[in-house]
């Protein structure tokens, strides 16, 4: 069993920054493929990054050259580094865990969720 807690998000303009945390508790965190997703009103949940146990990553197109993922073994925790952020950024961010090799981009594929923090960009 994993636990996870999101924090780190807020209102910003478009153009600002945020750094959203996730901070996992349970054994073996560093076996689990981990995932941000974000789900807008009235929209399904969509894949934003993702980062295995061996460091690779994987980025929707939507964010790609803006956001970066990264993970700390040591505190059990896992980043989303947001940069030149757009009004369409605006959502709820949820953290995902699986254990797989594999950086999953469908939400149905993992088997762990936080509750989700709200990032709200405004123009």
């Known amino acids: 069993q994993v636990r996870l807690v999101e924090s780190g998000g807020g209102l910003v303009q478009a153009g600002g920054s945020l750094r959203l945390s996730c901070a996992a508790s349970g054994r073996s965190f560093s076996v689990y493929t981990m995932a941000w997703f974000r789900q807008a009103p009235g929209k399904e949940r969509e894949f934003v990054a993702g980062i295995n146990s061996g460091l690779g990553t994987n980025y929707a197109e939507s964010v790609k050259g803006r956001f970066t993922i990264s993970r700390d073994n040591a505190k059990n925790a896992v980043y989303l580094q947001m940069n030149s952020l757009k009004p369409e950024d605006t959502a709820v961010y949820y953290c995902?865990?699986?254990?797989?090799?594999?950086?999953?981009?469908?939400?149905?594929?993992?088997?762990?969720w936080g509750q989700g923090t709200q990032v709200t960009v405004s123009s």
């Open positions: 995902a865990a699986v254990i797989t090799i594999r950086v999953l981009t469908t939400a149905t594929s993992y088997d762990y």
